[in-house]
């Protein structure tokens, strides 16, 4: 199956019995990048890995999508994180994370000013130094599961999908951040529904 998808999809398990997924993150030197469909954040040194069903799973890079490529009911967010983890025999899987406007978490606080940095400038990379990764997630321990595929080309299929159910809150000033990046390249970046931005 082609990803992305709607999450109501009849191929997609609500899983409630995965716990927080075994993984274990660490700190690592890493890089910012616009790659003029996204920003991404690769991890130049061991940012820990993901366990899913018996096979290791190694966090490789993480980027952002505004609005959200997934949506629920119809739906779409304001914005969408994929962890890209990948086994030794180059096998995927994502996390992904959905969030709306509120109070955002400490990691995108402290994302802010490197995703403003590249935000305008097209095929741009800077190192930014250590990144953790181990406050993205929180405690989230129910999730959307299918197999799918990458949602950029080459579009490869085979991926193992898990989008955390529940939805993480972004500042209103981290939007606007992604708005400038997509609205550079035609793309809408705001969601226009009732109780989000106009």
Not at 12 to 27: E, I, K, W
Not at 129 to 145: F, H, M, N, T
Not at 170 to 183: G, L, Q, Y
């Amino acid at each position: 199956m082609q990803s992305p998808i709607d999450l109501t999809h009849r191929r997609v398990t609500l899983v409630r019995d995965l716990g927080y997924l075994n993984h274990s993150y660490s700190a690592a030197e890493a890089s910012i990048v616009n790659r003029g469909h996204d920003i991404m954040v690769r991890f130049d040194g061991d940012a820990g890995s993901l366990v899913m069903n018996g096979t290791v799973y190694y966090l490789r890079q993480l980027h952002w999508h505004s609005p959200t490529e997934h949506t629920v009911n119809g739906r779409r967010y304001d914005m969408e994180l994929h962890m890209f983890h990948e086994s030794a025999d180059k096998k995927a899987a994502v996390v992904g994370l959905l969030y709306v406007v509120g109070r955002s978490s400490g990691f995108l606080r402290k994302m802010e000013p490197y995703l403003r940095m590249i935000a305008d400038k097209k095929d741009r990379e800077e190192k930014v130094g250590v990144i953790d990764p181990r406050g993205l997630r929180g405690r989230a321990s129910v999730y959307y599961r299918y197999m799918g595929s990458l949602t950029t080309p080459p579009c490869t299929e085979g991926v193992i999908w898990s989008i955390v159910k529940r939805v993480g809150l972004t500042r209103n000033d981290f939007i606007p951040c992604n708005k400038r990046f997509f609205s550079s390249f035609g793309i809408k970046s705001v969601n226009k529904e009732k109780n989000f931005l106009s």
